[in-house]
């Protein structure tokens, strides 16, 4: 009985653990920023006139280019840049520790840079 009672422990918590892997995903990470910029200042047209920009976030007359060349409006410029932060080995950039200046360190390997070193960067020398 008591393996019996383990096994579904066990069995429930891969579960678990499975579904919080999958909030992680790049797809989930685009409907968070959509999602975030729709309650934001920016999808008020007040807003975006204060920075020149006439049309709003999501309309298609107003474009601009991603790192991938294509033109997005606001919206899905935002989503393309919140996929694609986590594609590939970019999320290991978005760590800091404030108290030591640190990347995301574990068991004692630095598998990225600092979230502000890496995004404020000059000269292309961190590409991750």
């Known amino acids: 009985m008591k393996r019996y009672l383990y096994q579904i422990n066990l069995f429930f ?9 999958l909030s992680y995903k790049e797809q989930t990470h685009e409907k968070i920023s959509e999602e975030s910029l729709g309650v934001s200042t920016l999808n008020k047209l007040e807003t975006l006139s204060n920075f020149g ?3 709003s976030i999501s309309d298609p007359k107003q474009k601009f280019p991603g790192s991938d060349n294509q033109s997005r409006n606001i919206t899905d410029l935002v ?8 594609t590939g080995n970019r999320s290991l950039n978005h760590f800091y520790n404030p108290r030591n200046n640190k990347p995301l360190t574990v068991i004692g390997i630095t ?6 070193g890496w995004a404020l960067e000059k000269n292309g020398a961190i590409l991750g």
């Open 53 to 55: 920009l006439l049309y």
């Open 79 to 86: 989503k393309f840049g919140g996929n694609s932060e986590d």
């Open 13 to 21: 918590g891969l579960l678990i653990v499975s579904n919080v892997a």
């Open 111 to 116: 598998p990225g840079y600092t979230s502000p």
